[in-house]
């Protein structure tokens, strides 16, 4: 071992060294959680263990979806890394069988599947062959929306940049807020009043001698803090939007895999089908797979007009580990445990809204769960310092959350699905305490 490369070995866990090194070889900028930051070495189900054998409870991240190293994603990974990897411009058993039983998952009609590498990649060929399909080059999404960083992707994402113009070719629709919107659960036919924003933006579009590709959206607006289903709205949406031209992109890369619990998939509450998935994230458990899976026509268009191939996209082992998440799923039955847990969670959390008035809204659905945090509750005056803390906090009590929403006053919830009743009553336990110690 040389000296450069013993000083890379990972130590007891001196922070400070870690975020110079960091600086050094990383540059400055890049944004993590917690402060401190946490220097993980070790995951297994729900828990991570850090560089002090500290045991953390992972009430966030949703990359893991079957558990931390679950042994039969592992498995599958190793063997079929020891045996053959590969691309698609091979005939393989693995691509063809995960894509024969992912696509089974979905409605009829969304038949065909094409595999990249993230969940940027996928929305960024979902785009192109929107454009191929439709021959327009608008974009509509909604306000807040992320769905990537390549460059196409970036242009589709107004999250974090309300300050900067949005490109020409993109328009943003008003997000179905029922507890921060004009209009609340008092209006009657909200659905109908938040859908009419469609017909400015598609309007917008075609003063500026546009029309719309797509409508991308994110089935549980959660960068939009994670917004109860409005019943009946998307699929308002998605027919002015066919009406238009466009075609419609769920893009799964959060509420995808069951983790809404009703549903295999986040559009399936708001009953409506798109005409293009996008799918990240949870996939492989970890291991890089996206993919984009659609109509059969609009496949053919797009590749009859155009080129596509992805080195690794579709490669032996990023099919081994998806088709294993998919095992992983169904035996033990993670759908409706993410259903059940969640509802025991979301109850547990709006007890703890009884108690403490900071608590403004408890949302969501299944293992993805917003609470948003006011410091009045009739102002609805964002606390985004103290969702900051309670952050901090609750991981100083061994849980570890996130945060969402424009102003970051939004505590994100949205575990493993392995996720039990326990591990929820030490998460609203955690949250308890963090409230009690602001
Ligand atoms: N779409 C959504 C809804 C996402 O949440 C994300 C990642 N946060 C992406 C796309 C981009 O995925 P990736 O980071 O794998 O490129």
Redesign the pocket.
Same mark, same amino acid.
């Given at each position: 071992m040389t000296s450069k490369t013993k000083s890379q070995t990972p130590g007891a866990g001196d922070i400070e060294q870690l975020l110079a090194r960091r600086r050094q070889f990383m540059g400055s900028q890049l944004y993590m959680f917690y402060d401190p930051p946490l220097h993980l070495m070790r995951s297994e189900g729900v828990w991570l263990y850090d560089a002090k054998r500290r045991v953390y409870l992972d009430a966030y991240n949703n990359v893991p979806h079957v558990g931390h190293c679950h042994p039969h994603v592992v498995e599958a990974i190793a063997r079929q890394a020891a045996r053959l990897n590969t691309n698609t411009r091979y005939l393989s058993d693995e691509v063809l069988n995960y894509a024969e039983r992912l696509t089974a998952t979905l409605p009829a009609g969304l038949d065909v599947a094409a595999f990249v590498n =993230? &969940? =940027?990649?996928a929305?960024d060929l979902a785009w192109r062959m929107a454009k191929a399909h439709t021959g327009q080059h608008g974009a509509i999404v909604m306000e807040e929306a992320?769905?990537?960083?390549t460059d196409a992707v970036d242009a589709l994402s107004p999250a974090g940049k309300a300050e900067r113009a949005l490109a020409p070719h993109v328009r943003m629709l008003m997000a179905p807020d029922s507890y921060r919107g004009p209009y609340g659960p008092e209006v009657a036919d909200r659905a109908m009043r938040y859908a009419s924003d469609a017909e400015r933006a598609i309007e917008s579009l075609n003063a500026a001698g546009l029309r719309p590709a797509a409508f991308i959206v994110?089935p549980g607006f959660?960068t939009n803090g994670i917004l109860e289903p409005l019943p009946g709205y998307l699929a308002l949406i998605f027919e002015k939007m066919r009406a238009a031209g466009a075609v419609c992109v769920a893009?799964e890369?959060?509420t995808g895999f069951g983790r809404i619990g009703s549903d295999m998939w986040g559009f399936g509450v708001h009953g409506v089908t798109p005409d293009i998935v996008t799918m &990240?994230?949870p996939v492989a458990n970890g291991h890089p797979l996206?993919v984009v899976v659609t109509r059969r026509e609009i496949m053919e268009s797009f590749m009859s007009r155009t080129s596509f191939f992805s080195t690794f996209g579709g490669n032996n082992v990023a099919c081994a580990a998806g088709m294993a998440v998919l095992d992983v799923l169904e035996r033990e039955q993670l759908q409706a445990s993410a259903q059940q847990v969640g509802e025991h969670l979301k109850a547990g959390l709006r007890a703890l809204q009884r108690k403490h008035d900071l608590i403004g809204d408890v949302r969501g659905m299944g293992l993805v769960i917003g609470v948003e945090l006011v410091t009045n509750r009739k102002a609805k005056t964002p606390a985004s310092k103290e969702a900051k803390r309670v952050l901090n906090l609750m991981r100083d009590h061994g849980v570890l959350v996130g945060y969402e929403g424009h102003a970051a006053n939004i505590v994100k919830v949205r575990p493993p699905m392995p996720f039990k009743i326990e591990h929820a009553d030490q998460t609203v336990d955690a949250m308890d305490k963090a409230l009690r110690a602001l």
């Open positions: =993230s &969940g =940027s990649e929305v992320y769905h990537g960083w994110d959660c893009d890369v959060q &990240g994230k996206g």
